[in-house]
């Protein structure tokens, strides 16, 4: 006789399977889209930008961020919005400030490109 404890196990059981068959991905395993696209983008940019770039009021709630190249040579830099437009990428001649304004998400990192 079926239990409502070995009825649950057994459904459950069944979608495991149908799932596997089917090639669906468990909810353990699936990554958040937002993730995936941040690191398609550290992929194609050279990294972290170095601490020669000084980072501005990079604050919770500020529709702004900017950097300031003090690495004595032009630097190429790229300001990263999370869940946002990013800067594009810009030649930083040394001593010069970019400031990107976003309208959604906030400041993440900036990144040489």
């Known amino acids: 006789m079926l239990t409502p404890r070995r009825l649950a196990i057994g459904t459950a059981g069944a979608a495991l399977a149908v799932g596997t068959v089917l090639g669906t991905t468990s909810v353990a395993q699936a990554t958040p889209a937002v993730d995936a696209g941040s690191q398609a983008v550290a992929s194609t940019l050279g990294g972290t930008a170095p601490a020669c770039i000084e980072r501005g ?3 919770p709630g500020d529709p702004w961020a900017s950097a ?3 690495c004595g040579k032009t ?3 790229k300001i990263i919005i999370k869940w946002g437009d990013d800067s594009g ?3 930083l001649a040394n ?3 970019m400031v990107h304004y ?3 998400g906030h400041y993440q990192k900036t990144v040489t490109c």
């Open 57 to 59: 009021r990079n604050i």
């Open 68 to 70: 300031t190249n003090k």
């Open 75 to 77: 630097m190429r830099i």
């Open 89 to 91: 990428c810009k030649a």
């Open 95 to 97: 001593g010069e400030t």
């Open 102 to 104: 976003f309208v959604t």
